[in-house]
């Protein structure tokens, strides 16, 4: 059981490139998560879905998008990368609302 | 969401009890305690979460107070593997889908061989 699988583990940006990271999840969970976690700082949510054609912003949703067009795979998309996104992305998944989270190793992400 | 106020760090000794504080002083009925840890360049963990009794289970402890206003993670044993930064959140059920978690800074913990 994979759990939450993030690809790539690393990536360096050029500012005003595009890319998107990946997020599966093979445990049938219908919440799905995307957080950002700058140095020595705590978790900040970006943006969720509480299941396959829905998706919500979340604290600092500005400059990502997101998409959910099966349960298992919740991609997030920066359209014009910024310095200000140089961060570590974590996607989390959970069965339910009552369940815990499920976290991903995350992606280290540099933009110069 | 109702905040939760935790020390910036601590430090214990490996294979001893290791009690982690947090206080909550505006948590409302419907709020969940919730405790997650981060081990370095790793995302997040979950280890447990309760309302009002008491909960165990085979990573740790979670004592909620009588008046819900503070709450201590229980580590019995600590080990080296225990390093890490533990976060104690709330998390409100009632919001329906936007319950969703809120990371602080948490507090890191240092276990000395």
């Known amino acids: 059981n994979a759990g939450v699988t993030q690809t790539p583990k690393f990536r360096i940006l050029k500012i005003g490139q595009s890319m998107t990271l990946q997020c599966t999840q093979d445990m049938n969970h219908n919440y799905m998560y995307w957080y950002r976690q700058d140095p020595g700082m705590g978790l900040k949510l970006i943006y969720y879905s509480v299941g396959a054609g829905i998706t919500d912003k979340g604290e600092v949703p500005n400059g990502y998008n997101v998409s959910r067009s099966t349960t298992e795979d919740f991609p997030l998309r920066l359209e014009l990368a910024a310095p200000s996104q140089t961060s570590v992305y974590f996607c989390?998944?959970?069965?339910?609302?009552?369940?815990?989270?499920?976290f991903g190793s995350g992606t280290r992400l540099t933009v110069v | 969401d109702a905040k939760t106020t935790q020390p910036n760090s601590m430090e214990s000794n490996e294979e001893e009890p290791v009690h982690l504080p947090c206080n909550h002083s505006t948590i409302s009925g419907t709020d969940y305690i919730h405790w997650y840890r981060q081990l370095p360049s790793q995302g997040p963990e979950y280890v447990i979460h309760g309302l009002t009794s008491n909960v165990n289970n085979r990573m740790a402890s979670l004592a909620i107070a009588e008046d819900r206003k503070s709450s201590t993670l229980i580590l019995h044993r600590a080990t080296l593997r225990d390093a890490a930064v533990y976060y104690c959140?709330?998390?409100?059920?009632?919001?329906?889908?936007?319950?969703?978690?809120?990371f602080g800074k948490g507090i890191t913990l240092s276990v000395r061989p």
């Open positions: 959140i709330l998390r409100d059920l009632s919001n329906g889908a936007n319950s969703k978690l809120t």
């Open positions: 989390a998944s959970s069965y339910n609302r009552d369940s815990g989270y499920t």
